[in-house]
């Protein structure tokens, strides 16, 4: 940040800058110094001459301006007469403030957390775009980004190890960069959000009958309970399974199975059946009231069939992308309690999990690496087992979906014309995913409604031609790629066409340097102002007494070089005025005023007396 305002004054002045009223002093941050002196002003006011000092520039300089740098500056300059000041007011554009805290988890579960934050407080001046998420594991110093593309302030983060514990960060972005982090108070533990019932007392025998128990116990003191596992083992085993009763003797074939009771059913798991063991059965249940009987259904249950296609991949991203699929037909006989996602780089070749705890038939998947190729398969688990896997059709690659691209910044007008502008502009910072192909250039008259459009052009220039001269006009430019044209950028301002250069003031009045018989050598000083662009010659006329118009004093009318020309072929005794024209890139310039009237004639009259001049050689 540069500011320099320019100063007169009498006695000498003594300057004080500030900054949103609070006094702005030279440190490493910013530097005031003065520029070399300034003449005097050329009208120093009505009441003539004044004694004053030369004055200078005071600039003030900040080198690596920030946000807090924008405000109001104000330049006061003090001496016995009074004091004066002036002012600027300044936007420094920057990146935005770290987002405000704090970074909370709102859900918590045992491979995903869910996390929420606030909008920085400064967004630098630009909007945000897009928050940057980051994770590590707790006392690791390696961050790990989990997502770049992120438009609000809440996210989650998946395929975390459960029990491990996280830190976790986010920066907020916008068209200057990205901003310092906002980082979670402390680590966060991925794990389900309840915890295993409380362990129960020992149960107690109620009652006993030759091939039966009955047992009771209370309730553990932290629930909630959804049901009971009720195992058995003969004394001195190790293994908890309920036997079955086999035929007499000592060689008894053992056959385990497991038992769960619920207040309303008794669940027997037989881990040995197999599929062609379902049929019709009968049970019978007895007491020392009596016995009934009933007939129930075998079904055998085990792992559930693979989910049922079409796996489908969408909203690919850079870095993510969006599974769904349906349950298995058959559940295997128990109900499903989760699905195992997995993932293969097609460049590795090798599956790895991406999560085991997906409760329901889709799943979003993170952490991809932006270009790389990617297949899915999903497998149904139940208590019973993993299924087989159901794979996606194709792979897919990890890319942010194609959009038109930005608007292109810095439109600057380069050069002005009184009948053409000529424009220059920066690449837009997002091509949208595809390359930029070209631009679309609209101009149109200040008070117009209506934009008019140039032919697309390839490269960040361009020149828009046929523009009418002292009419005002604004220019926008959009970029286009494969999919469509952007948004455009906004408009310059107003820019006046009119000419480059004007053509010279007439040069200083032509001297005579020389006359002769039939010509005279004329020479002349520059003019005051050349009209913006260099002098490329002069243009010499002349004109004979009592005659009307000028003519060229030169054959063809071409222009000389320099500022002095020969001029043959008059008559002699002739009288001439000569006078002379600048030529610039604009045009022939204004005339000089012409010279006295001139007689050319020799240099010299007739002779009027002979003289006989002789000469002997030296005697030595």
């Not at 002045?13 to 910013?30: A, E, Y």
């Not at 009955?214 to 309730?219: D, M, S, Y």
């Not at 796996?311 to 991203?317: A, I, K, S, Y």
């Not at 050069?415 to 631009?439: A, F, H, I, M, Q």
Request: hydrophobic letters at 30%.
């Amino acid at each position: 940040l540069r500011l320099a305002a320019a100063w007169f004054g009498h006695p000498q002045p003594t300057m004080v800058w500030t900054l949103n009223d609070k006094t702005v002093k030279p440190d490493g941050k910013n530097v005031i110094e003065s520029s070399e002196p300034l003449p005097p002003p050329t009208h120093p006011g009505p009441g003539g001459p004044l004694e004053q000092s030369p004055g200078a520039t005071e600039v003030l300089t900040v080198p690596k301006a920030r946000r807090a740098d924008t405000g109001e500056y104000k330049l006061t300059l003090m001496n016995d007469q009074g004091q004066t000041s002036t002012t600027c007011k300044v936007e420094v554009i920057d990146v935005p403030a770290a987002p405000s805290g704090p970074l909370e988890a709102t859900d918590v579960k045992a491979d995903e957390i869910t996390l929420h934050w606030k909008a920085p407080e400064d967004d630098g001046g630009e909007p945000i775009t897009n928050y940057v998420l980051e994770k590590k594991p707790k006392n690791s110093d390696n961050w790990e980004k989990v997502s770049g593309f992120l438009h609000g302030t809440t996210a989650t983060v998946r395929n975390l190890e459960e029990g491990k514990e996280y830190d976790f960060r986010v920066m907020a972005e916008n068209a200057m960069g990205v901003s310092e982090p906002l980082t979670t108070d402390h680590a966060i533990k991925a794990k389900h959000p309840f915890d295993p019932p409380s362990g129960m007392d020992k149960p107690t025998v109620e009652d006993t009958t030759d091939d039966s128990v009955t047992i009771a116990w209370n309730p553990p003191r932290k629930g909630p309970v959804t049901g009971y596992v009720v195992e058995k083992r003969p004394k001195g085993d190790k293994n908890w399974t309920k036997k079955s009763t086999g035929q007499g003797g000592n060689d008894k074939e053992w056959h385990a199975f497991k038992v769960e009771v619920t207040p309303n059913e008794v669940i027997v798991t037989d881990t040995k059946a197999e599929k062609e063991d379902s049929g019709p059965l009968q049970i019978t249940l007895k007491n020392e009231k009596g016995e009934a009987t009933a007939p129930v259904t075998l079904k055998v249950q085990g792992p559930p069939e693979p989910p049922k296609g079409p796996l489908e991949v969408t909203d690919v991203r850079g870095d993510s992308c969006k599974l769904s699929w349906n349950p298995p037909a058959d559940n295997g006989g128990s109900p499903v309690t989760n699905y195992i996602v997995e993932k293969m780089d097609t460049k590795t070749g090798e599956w790895t999990p991406v999560s085991r705890f997906v409760r329901q038939p889709e799943y979003e998947v993170t952490g991809l690496e932006e270009g790389n190729n990617y297949k899915f398969r999903v497998r149904a688990e139940n208590e019973l087992g993993v299924s087989e896997p159901l794979e996606a059709e194709r792979s897919i690659k990890a890319e942010n979906p194609a959009t038109a691209p930005d608007s292109p910044s810095n439109v600057n007008v380069v050069d002005v014309d009184s009948d053409k502008v000529k424009l220059e502009w920066s690449k837009p910072r997002n091509d949208g995913g595809r390359k930029v192909t070209g631009y679309v250039v609209e101009y149109k008259p200040l008070n117009a409604t209506e934009w008019e459009r140039i032919p697309v052009v390839k490269e960040p220039t361009a020149t828009v031609d046929g523009l009418k001269k002292g009419e005002k006009y604004v220019f926008r430019v959009a970029a286009k790629n494969d999919v469509g044209t952007g948004e455009p950028s906004r408009p310059t301002k107003p820019v006046e066409c009119k000419p480059k250069y004007t053509t010279a003031d007439g040069p200083g009045q032509p001297s005579v340097d020389d006359v002769g018989k039939n010509f005279v050598d004329l020479s002349w000083p520059k003019p005051l102002k050349d009209g913006g662009s260099r002098i490329t010659g002069y243009v010499v006329e002349k004109r004979k007494k009592n005659a009307p118009d000028w003519e060229p004093a030169t054959p063809g009318g071409k222009p000389v070089s320099g500022n002095q020309a020969h001029i043959e072929d008059l008559d002699e005794n002739g009288e001439y005025e000569f006078r002379v024209r600048p030529v610039n890139a604009a045009g022939v310039g204004a005339p000089s005023d012409p010279t006295p009237l001139v007689k050319v004639k020799p240099k010299y009259g007739k002779w009027t007396k002979h003289t006989i001049l002789s000469a002997s050689p030296p005697r030595s």
